[in-house]
């Protein structure tokens, strides 16, 4: 099988790119680097089952061109940081919503009929059903980076109706683990290295959030991919707990052996989309049979470990 993996540059692309040559695949990236680090496919580099396309999703011809001869999409590549939104409305429009139909559309040039996509459990904004299943009342959208994804989500559901397309849409909590390079442990570990007496915390640091280790997600996307077969899967990836950011603090903060004054901007929310509480209900694969490896709090101190011994990460 020959994979094509937008966005394989990324924190979660490198990983997956990896794991698909590892289990023999045959592995096309394509990405325009814009968040994604050269050093992240220098162990991929060295397969001849590896190729790397420099493009942009953006650009139909180019990426309609790369795309042939693939059987498989993992369609990664997007603006995935959701804090910045309203800065730039246009970007997640852009960068997610077109980005996708320009997946789609270049897949349906190719005759190429199976795509994997994550999706994000802000699309379920502030919804007061938690833990959050699928099928949860069709949420409000707090976030332009959940509205877009959403929208995504509804591209892609429309193909697969129309064209006969088959998609695993998958929701994820937050991930996080090695080559991680946006998010509350980059952010916190970044802060404590300038100024290690004082943190500052966006929000009132009870915001509660769950968290999922790299490698268990991967395993949970092929376990998926293995085993719901119908036209449109839609799954939560998740972990059956959660934590407080205070909670996270004091796990980075005992591990960096420091004890920092914490200022806090104050507030429910960290910034405006933030959903103060996200918990999804992963029930409908857990009784599939995938379970992840890592908690929460193992998968933030590996997190914490990485950047760590990869300080070069902090830089780019
Ligand atoms: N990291 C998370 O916690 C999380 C949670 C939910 C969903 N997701 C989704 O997972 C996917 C991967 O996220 P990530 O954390 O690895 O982000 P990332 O920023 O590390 O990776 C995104 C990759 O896409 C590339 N890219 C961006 N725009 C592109 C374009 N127009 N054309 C070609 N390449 C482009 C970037 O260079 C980068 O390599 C995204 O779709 C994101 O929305 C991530």
């Keep these: ?61 180019a ?3 790369a795309m042939k001869g693939s059987d498989f999409i993992f369609h990664l590549a997007a603006n995935a940081d959701v804090r910045f939104g309203i800065e730039h409305p246009e970007k997640d429009l852009q960068q997610n919503t077109i980005a996708t139909f320009n997946v789609l559309e270049a897949m349906r040039s190719n005759g190429i009929k199976k795509v994997a996509f994550p999706s994000t459990g802000s699309i379920y904004g502030e919804t007061k059903i938690i833990p959050t299943p699928e ?46 390079t946006h998010g509350h442990v980059f952010d916190f570990y970044k802060k404590l290295l300038e100024n290690p007496g004082e ?29 719901f077969k ?4 839609i799954l939560n990836l998740g972990i059956d707990e959660y934590c407080q950011v205070n909670e996270s603090i004091a796990w980075i903060t005992t591990c960096l052996g420091l004890n920092p004054k914490l ?19 992963t029930a409908k694969i857990n009784n599939a049979g995938w379970k992840p490896k890592l908690s929460i709090k193992e998968g933030i101190i590996r997190t914490l470990e990485y950047l760590m011994e990869n300080k070069w990460v902090l830089e780019k």
Aim: overall charge negative.
């Design 135 to 180: 099928n949860a009342p069709f949420p409000t959208q707090t976030s332009l980076y959940g509205a877009s994804k959403l929208a995504c989500e509804g591209l892609i559901e429309a193909y697969c109706e129309g064209f006969g397309f088959q998609a695993w849409i998958f929701r994820f909590v937050s991930i996080l683990g090695e080559r991680y």
């Design 230 to 233: 119908d036209s449109v899967n």
């Design 1 to 61: 099988m020959r994979y094509f993996v937008t966005g394989g540059a990324g924190f979660i692309g490198s990983n997956l790119v990896d794991r698909l040559l590892a289990n023999g695949q045959e592995v096309v990236v394509y990405d325009n680097f814009n968040t994604g680090l050269e050093e992240f496919l220098a162990e991929a580099g060295k397969s001849p089952k590896f190729s790397l396309i420099k493009g942009d999703n953006l650009n139909l011809i």
């Design 199 to 227: 943190l500052l915390i966006l929000g009132n640091g009870c915001q509660k959030k769950s968290y999922l280790y790299i490698q268990d997600c991967l395993d949970a996307m092929f376990f998926s991919i293995d085993k």
């Design 63 to 65: 990426l309609t061109k």
């Design 263 to 281: 200022k806090y901007t104050g507030g429910e929310r960290g910034w405006i989309g933030d959903n103060p509480f996200i918990f999804l209900d």
